[in-house]
């Protein structure tokens, strides 16, 4: 057998399944359920990784708050002492920290409102799935009941062969693969591992600023808010 005849059969193989699966209730409402699945792993995937990216976020906030205030202590000591550079030194360390505090906050809230969302999505996904679940079983009875009902009413093919069965049967697969074909120009509400505002935490490491005069002007005014607070103890 020729490569062309053996791609000629697979394709007829693949055509023959998903025109069996159209003429198939069961094996459509199978696929639909193994599909919503799929999509239900995605969304629990997702938000095992933003939950993940949350609790990283709010460590690492945590850590500069902490540093922060440790080098706000350093800076007063020093002062105290009379090491004014060293108070700058440490002033300049403290406002770094606190600006990636800020940064870690942000992108804290940002990772913690996409699992809530993403979470009362899974929610509802997995509802839908439950309910559709228990309408598979419900019509899966009912089409028992049908093919039932219509073997105990067709006809002897005794009788001869009746004109129009074929060619009524070629017009409803046509029908089917034509509702199909519409079907799948529409795009779903949610595909795993799309990039949207609510399923990206970047891994993201904030940088240390360099020193300008903005920055400088900063440290020089709480240097002369610790001396003030000084003289007033």
């Known amino acids: 057998m020729s490569v062309f005849d053996r791609i000629m059969n697979l394709t007829k193989a693949t055509a023959n399944e998903v025109i069996s699966k159209l003429e198939n209730p069961v094996l459509m409402m199978n696929q639909y359920i193994r599909n919503m699945e799929e999509e239900i792993d995605g969304m629990k995937s997702e938000l095992s990784r933003q939950q993940s990216a949350s609790r990283a976020y709010k460590q690492r906030l945590d850590e500069c708050q ?9 800076a007063e000591e020093a002062l105290a002492e009379g090491r004014e550079s060293e108070a700058r030194l440490a002033l300049e360390t403290k406002l770094r920290y606190s600006e990636q505090a800020a940064e870690y906050g942000r992108l804290y809230d940002q990772a913690k409102h996409a699992s809530a969302e993403l979470d009362i999505r899974l929610e509802g996904a997995q509802e839908e799935l439950a309910r559709l679940v228990q309408k598979r079983s419900d019509l899966s009875e009912r089409l028992q009941k049908a093919e039932a009902a219509a073997e105990r009413k067709a006809p002897s093919f005794s009788h001869g062969f009746e004109p129009g069965i074929a060619s009524r049967g070629f017009d409803r697969i ?7 074909e519409a079907q799948l120009g529409l795009s779903r509400d949610y595909k795993p ?7 990206a935490a970047p891994s993201y ?9 903005g920055r400088a002007s900063v440290i020089d005014e709480q240097l ?5 607070k000084m003289k007033s103890e």
């Open 66 to 74: 902490q540093l922060s205030q440790h080098n706000q202590l350093k």
């Open 174 to 180: 046509e029908e089917k693969i034509l509702q199909w």
């Open 193 to 199: 591992g799309s990039g949207t505002a609510a399923s």
């Open 205 to 213: 490491e904030p940088s240390a600023p360099a020193p300008d005069s």
């Open 224 to 228: 002369a808010e610790l001396r003030r």
